[in-house]
């Protein structure tokens, strides 16, 4: 296993469209988080997963956002109507339960743009 | 509003000396803080850890000092090396499942 992998690397889109991203954790990780990040900016929570229950999501998140992982594995990051201030980072992160604290572990990301 | 911060944007040093990043945090709840690392077009990565039972942890060349009292924590870098020039986030977290909150970064660069 090579990490944690999100497709695509770039995204660009033109406003009003709907986008979605793919995040592919570390395969024995039940724990997976979406993060997003502007620029000068450190990383921002969007929501969190442990296996396929969506267990909290961020007041950031807007109702034009929506997460799914439905066999506990993968997940997608779905954005509707996209709006100029959704252009960030995308970051998907994931971890192993069992202990309280885990290092999570993160894939490198995908831009979107949106004009 | 911002509970991890990261008041200096950049840092340069020279190539052997040491590297001090600090961070503040306002929410005395945060009982675990980390140290990332990222270079351009990459996730970060995990650097090093410290819980709020402690008040240093070491890893090889880097140093994690916690103040409670003052809400402070610092990372150390000795010597530094070309390779440490990244972005350095501070993070924290209160959660039982883990949610980190980062500070904006501090950007390294470690000259010859």
């Known amino acids: 296993d090579t990490g944690v992998s999100q497709d695509p690397r770039h995204k660009i889109t033109k406003r009003g469209q709907n986008v979605t991203f793919r995040c592919d954790p570390i395969?024995?990780?039940?724990?997976l988080y979406w993060y997003r990040q502007t620029l000068g900016q450190g990383p921002e929570f969007l929501t969190y997963?442990?296996?396929?229950?969506?267990?909290?999501k961020s007041r950031l998140l807007s109702d034009r956002f929506s997460a799914e992982r439905p066999k506990g594995s993968f997940s997608t990051l779905e954005i509707q109507r996209t709006e100029q201030g959704d252009s960030a980072m995308y970051l998907c992160?994931?971890?192993?339960?069992?202990?309280?604290?885990?290092?999570?572990?993160f894939g490198p990301g995908t831009r979107l743009t949106v004009l | 509003d911002q509970q991890v911060k990261q008041n200096s944007p950049s840092l340069s040093v020279q190539e052997g000396r040491i590297s001090i990043l600090n961070c503040d945090y306002t929410?005395?709840?945060?009982?675990?803080f980390l140290w990332y690392k990222k270079y351009p077009a990459e996730g970060p990565t995990f650097l090093i850890s410290?819980?709020?039972?402690?008040d240093k942890n070491e890893d090889g060349r880097f140093t994690v000092f916690l103040n409670k009292s003052a809400k402070h924590l610092s990372l150390h870098i000795v010597p530094s090396q070309p390779g440490d020039s990244a972005v350095y986030f501070c993070a924290a977290t209160t959660d039982s499942w883990g949610k980190l909150q980062f500070g904006a970064g501090t950007q390294v660069v470690v000259t010859p």
């Open positions: 410290i819980s709020s039972i402690k």
């Open positions: 395969s024995e990780h039940n724990r």
């Open positions: 929410n005395s709840m945060f009982d675990y």
């Open positions: 992160a994931s971890s192993e339960s069992g202990t309280k604290y885990n290092e999570q572990f």
């Open positions: 997963f442990q296996n396929e229950a969506q267990l909290e």
